[in-house]
């Protein structure tokens, strides 16, 4: 037997006999779903921090997860030192947004499906996902609109008074409670501090205009904080 014979014999020890063709194809499979996928995060993302090298990674994931199916798809323990390997990799790689981690994982599951030959299972499963994520991002699934706020003021104290706030907290705050009430201007004024949500942002403006056009009230501030942000 010669060198070159015994050199092929070892590259294909526990291996199934694979054509160029057949794995170039499922590479060139796993790359194009995995720029399905990655296109669609560049569409539906929101946020702030936004990196062109994680979207490449998407594309470029999918390719190296089928690679590795193709070479360790007929040894299993070659396959389980591989998985070893990438969870060690997972665990320096920060992801802040739980979506994030989610498109990767699309990606590395098209790249495994592409691996193994199932290419069906692959487009349908990229159909599926690419779909349900644009579906949830135009209908806005899971939208807070309440916004929370810290409202403080200064107010004669008189029933008058005290009634026409409580109108005013009634039209444009949704919710609210009154957390602090204390003695001011040796007793000239009561200072309030209340708790509250209003159900859209405008509604913030109009509240703090309708206390301070109110007769006796004066020192209004609030300090909110969106719910519904995404930083």
Not at 47 to 69: D, E, P, W
């Amino acid at each position: 037997m010669s060198q070159l014979d015994q050199l092929q014999q070892l590259l294909t020890a526990g291996q199934t006999t694979m054509s160029f063709q057949a794995a170039l194809f499922a590479l060139i499979a796993a790359f194009l779903l995995g720029q399905a996928i990655a296109a669609v995060y560049v569409w539906t993302y929101r946020g702030m921090s936004y990196t062109r090298s994680y979207v490449h990674a998407i594309a470029i994931g999918a390719v190296v997860a089928c690679m590795i199916m193709l070479a360790t798809s007929t040894n299993i323990a070659a396959g389980i030192g591989v998985a070893g390997s990438l969870s060690a990799l997972r665990l320096r790689i920060a992801l802040r947004d739980p979506r994030d981690m989610i498109f990767i994982f699309a990606g590395m599951a098209v790249g495994i499906a592409c691996g193994l030959h199932a290419f069906t299972t692959a487009l349908a499963g990229t159909a599926v996902f690419c779909v349900a994520i644009g579906a949830l991002t135009l209908v806005e699934f899971g939208q807070r609109e309440i916004f929370e706020g810290l409202l403080r003021f200064y107010a004669k104290p008189d029933p008058q008074t005290e009634l026409s706030i409580a109108k005013i907290l009634d039209k444009h705050a949704g919710r609210f409670a009154l957390t602090t009430m204390r003695e001011v201007r040796q007793g000239a004024a009561m200072e309030y501090a209340y708790h509250l949500r209003t159900r859209h942002a405008d509604d913030r403006v109009k509240l703090v205009v309708a206390l301070e056009a109110l007769e006796g009230v004066d020192g209004v501030t609030l300090h909110y904080q969106d719910a519904a942000q995404e930083l």
